[in-house]
């Protein structure tokens, strides 16, 4: 069974940072990419980034050059670097993995932005 676990999130001032973590475990293979989803309060769940095993990433426009994401494939883990933090990056953030063509999702933490 496949287990993705989250940290890192939490209540934050705007302009500020958080880092979120998230680490892979169970029989997992041919990962393609890893990367962060989120969910604000009455919307969709909304790609925000991602990084292939080869080192590639992409951002959502409304994050590019705030975040940074990194992974490390060996160790299946996947982070994220957040800056300039805006009440706007309010909401859940959910790891995931993609996997011989299978989505794969952590339980989701919590960011809020707010003063």
């Known amino acids: 069974q496949v287990q993705l676990v989250e940290s890192g999130g939490g209540l934050v001032q705007p302009g500020g940072s958080l880092r979120l973590s998230c680490t892979a475990s169970g029989r997992i293979f041919m990962i393609a990419t890893m990367g962060w989803y989120r969910q604000a309060p009455g919307a969709q769940r909304e790609f925000v980034a991602r990084i292939t095993t080869s080192g590639v990433t992409d951002y959502a426009n409304s994050v590019k050059g705030r975040y940074t994401v990194s992974g490390n494939n060996a160790e299946r883990t996947v982070n994220l670097q957040m800056s300039a933090l805006k009440p706007e990056d309010t909401g859940v953030y959910y790891c995931?993995?993609?996997?011989?063509?299978?989505?794969?999702w952590g339980q989701g933490t919590q960011v809020t932005v707010s003063s």
């Open positions: 995931n993995f993609r996997a011989a063509g299978r989505d794969y």
